[in-house]
């Protein structure tokens, strides 16, 4: 009956983790741009992404060696708005749920079972012996945004915008959030959610999870073979009476 009873409970977790599989939100669209990418890069409720699966690591990997990606997060981080996005998605419940994922070992069975598959070394190497990516690098000391790049840094109205940075109304809001109650309730909230850890992992901590195994689970069924030596002896059945 022990062993009955924790196998289904264990048939339980797994169940439940294909529930959580199938409840959880779809993975966001691979970006189309340049700034999209550093837009997404910069996001830490987001920017984890790309080494949660390799299908997704691919597309990361190729804007990460194309020069208009490096333009684009040099042009990002000379706007004092990147730098109070960070700020603030760093406080945000999002980012929490974005970093323990990693906990789920749905993951590493994904980057296990790429290593061992020949098609994800190929597009993994592809834009390395790609004559193109080449040429774009010899390129880009001629390419306009570069040169766009180098004369903002000659501005002045750049630092003028990061002088007046700590007074503008988002940073405003991102030094008035640590004093928001709403903020530590969404992290409890965050930290107590199941599928803030993944598939597996939610469902092996969330208590509905063995609730339901325990449905009609009677306890004195474990208990009744240790009582039974202390139970009252039955009285003596009385001898007929002679005829």
């Known amino acids: 009956m022990k062993l009955a009873k924790l196998t289904a409970a264990l048939i339980a977790v797994a169940a439940s983790s294909v529930a959580f599989a199938d409840t959880a939100a779809p993975a966001a669209a691979t970006p189309a741009s340049s700034d999209a990418w550093v837009a997404k890069m910069t996001d830490p409720t987001q920017n984890a992404s790309a080494f949660k699966d390799p299908k997704t690591f691919v597309p990361w990997m190729n804007a990460m060696v194309d020069p208009a990606t490096s333009i684009a997060m040099t042009n990002a981080m000379m706007n004092p708005a990147t730098s109070l996005n ?14 323990m994922q990693f906990m789920d070992p749905a993951v590493s069975m ?19 012996i790609n004559p193109n990516l080449y040429m774009k690098w010899m390129m880009a000391p001629m390419d306009p945004r570069l040169l766009a790049t180098g004369m903002q840094a000659l501005n002045p109205g750049m630092y003028t ?22 903020m530590y309730t969404n992290w409890m909230g965050a930290v107590a959610n199941p599928q803030t850890y993944g598939p597996l992992v939610g469902g092996m901590v969330n208590p509905a999870t063995y609730n339901n195994a325990l449905q009609g689970f009677n306890p004195m069924t474990m208990v009744a073979p240790m009582m039974a030596p202390m139970a009252p002896m039955a009285a003596p059945v009385a001898a007929p009476a002679a005829q």
């Open 86 to 99: 960070m700020m603030t998605g760093m406080m945000s419940p999002a980012a929490f749920q974005n970093y």
């Open 161 to 182: 915008n990061w002088m007046m940075a700590p007074m503008s109304p988002q940073a405003m809001n991102a030094m008035m959030a640590p004093l928001n109650p709403g």
């Open 110 to 128: 994904k980057w296990m079972a790429a290593m061992m598959d020949p098609n994800f070394y190929t597009a993994a190497m592809t834009p390395f």
